[in-house]
Structure formats: structure tokens, C-alpha cells
């Protein structure tokens, strides 16, 4: 079992930047890959960024490469999601989420844990 709890959000202008933590708990963190989402308004949940479990490997959206960098530290059980030059388009909210390696990395169904989510609000 793990349990994630994102840290970080809130309300920032145009061009800003914010810093998103995702801490797990849980003795088997370095086994996961790790991903995080995002969901606006009337939207469906989708992929942000992905990193494998031993953090060689990232993965991004179109959206938002060059833009954000997904990182992790393995013995502090925390993975960030660093977001720079924010859009107004980039406002939702954000989950992290651990999941197996070897399955399709964009699909939410994939992922077995789940934090809570939190506001990240992008103002123009």
C-alpha cells in the first residue's frame, strides 16, 4: 500500500513558475513509476509527466515539455513536478500517482495509487 499527498499548489500569474510535491509513504516508493496528472473543469483526467522508478527515465506531454521537469528522490519517498513559464491553460488539478513499470505510461488506469489532488490555479 501507498499513500501519496501532493504539496505545493496555489494561485500564480502568467509566466511564473511553482513547485509540486507528491510524498509517499510506504517502504516500496523506489518501485514505482511514478506519474502526475491533471484535470480542468468539464475535462477528463490527463498525463502530464511520467518517471521510472529508478528516475533515468522521463516522459512528458506535448503540452508541457520543455516547460516542466518531473524529478524524484528515492530516499526522501518524493517526486516533484517542476513547473516553469505557467499558461492559464495549465490550471487544473494536479495528482501524483504510483503505478507498475511496463504498462503504457499516459493511461490513468495504470497507476494504482493515487493522491488527493491539488489546485494549481494559473492567472492571466
Known amino acids: ?3 501519496l499527498v501532493e504539496s505545493g499548489g496555489g494561485l500564480v500569474q502568467a ?3 511553482l513547485r509540486l510535491s ?3 509513504s510506504g517502504r516500496t516508493f523506489s518501485a514505482y513509476r511514478m506519474g502526475w496528472f491533471r484535470q480542468a473543469p468539464g475535462k477528463e483526467r490527463e498525463f502530464v509527466a511520467a518517471i521510472s522508478a529508478s528516475g533515468d527515465i522521463r516522459y512528458y506531454a506535448d503540452s508541457v515539455k520543455g516547460r516542466f521537469t518531473i524529478f ?4 526522501k519517498n518524493t517526486v516533484y513536478l517542476q ?3 505557467l499558461k492559464p ?3 487544473a488539478v ?8 511496463g504498462l503504457a505510461y499516459v493511461v490513468p488506469e495504470n497507476y494504482n495509487y493515487w493522491g488527493q489532488g491539488i489546485q494549481v490555479t494559473v492567472s492571466s
Open 1 to 3: 500500500q501507498v499513500q
Open 15 to 17: 509566466g511564473g513558475s
Open 22 to 24: 507528491c510524498a509517499a
Open 72 to 75: 524524484r528522490d528515492n530516499a
Open 83 to 85: 513547473m516553469n513559464s
Open 89 to 91: 491553460e495549465d490550471t
Open 94 to 101: 494536479y495528482y501524483c500517482a504510483a503505478g507498475p513499470s
